[in-house]
């Protein structure tokens, strides 16, 4: 399986916000990618684009079929997004909220509870599965998102920013675990993230877009140097190994004189 992206230009309200992202190689199946880059870079609206929600010119191709021309039934089986908006605060359980979603999506009553249960436990879920949604925190909300997103099993996996409520162990975790499924089912993740640690730490890949253009594609310890780092987020800063030997992001300091490529207009 793979995603192939071309040409691909999206816009919103006549404005150009992503120009011209082609990939040298496509994403490849069992990969998880990071997208970054500086706020307003157009990376929730390449995800958007991705999952279909908005229009775009260029070629999609996911197994060498155009992804916007899926019908949605087909697509939305195949595609799942995680946006960066919170879910609502209902009075139903995670599991009641799990189960109605794969229920309506065709899924039998078996199969959807072996995957909820497959789910709740890699996420460390499963003490809050009977609780209602509106006694929940905003982190543990954005898990039981994620939760929902996994147990549809999508081919693609679009997550926005999945990690913006959690504390640290919970963003290590999520991080973790979406990178296993991913691995396991051989789907592929995009994941538009700001922590680049996050990124050096559990992604294969990064994708680093800067006024909705691709600056830079490759893995992540090589990409992310401190010529684009400087470029692209105007910051002085390196990466170097940490005392275990992995790759750790060190910044120096902001610097005043240049400005970072993209900023939200
Ligand atoms: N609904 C919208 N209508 C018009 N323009 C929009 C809309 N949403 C976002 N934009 C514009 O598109 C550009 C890119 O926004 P986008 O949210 O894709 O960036 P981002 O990289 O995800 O930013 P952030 O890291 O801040 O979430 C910004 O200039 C923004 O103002």
Known sequence: MSLQITSLTVQRQRRRIVEDVSLAAPLAAGSLTALVGPNGAGKSTLIHALAGLLPSG?????????????????????????????????????????????????????????????????????????????????????????????????????????????????????????GEDVRQRGAIGVIALHDLNLALRACDRVLVLAGGRLQADGAPDAVLDAALLRRVYGIAARIEPCSQGRPQLIVDQLLPESHPEALPS
Not at 102 to 118: H, K, M, P, S, T
């Open 58 to 178: 260029g070629q999609l191709l996911l197994d060498g079929a155009s992804l916007p021309a899926l019908p949605l039934r087909q697509r939305s089986r195949q595609v799942a997004l995680l946006p960066q908006s919170l879910p609502q605060s209902v009075g139903l359980s995670p599991y009641e909220l799990l189960l109605g979603g794969l229920l309506a999506n065709g899924v039998g009553r078996r199969e959807a509870e072996a995957r909820i249960d497959a789910v709740l436990r890699r996420l460390g879920l499963l003490d809050l599965a009977m609780q209602r949604l509106d006694t929940l925190s905003g982190g543990q909300r954005q898990m039981v998102a994620l939760a929902q997103v996994l147990a549809r099993q999508p081919r693609l996996l679009l997550l926005d920013e999945p990690t913006s409520a959690l504390d640290l162990r919970w963003q290590l975790a999520v991080l973790g675990a979406v």
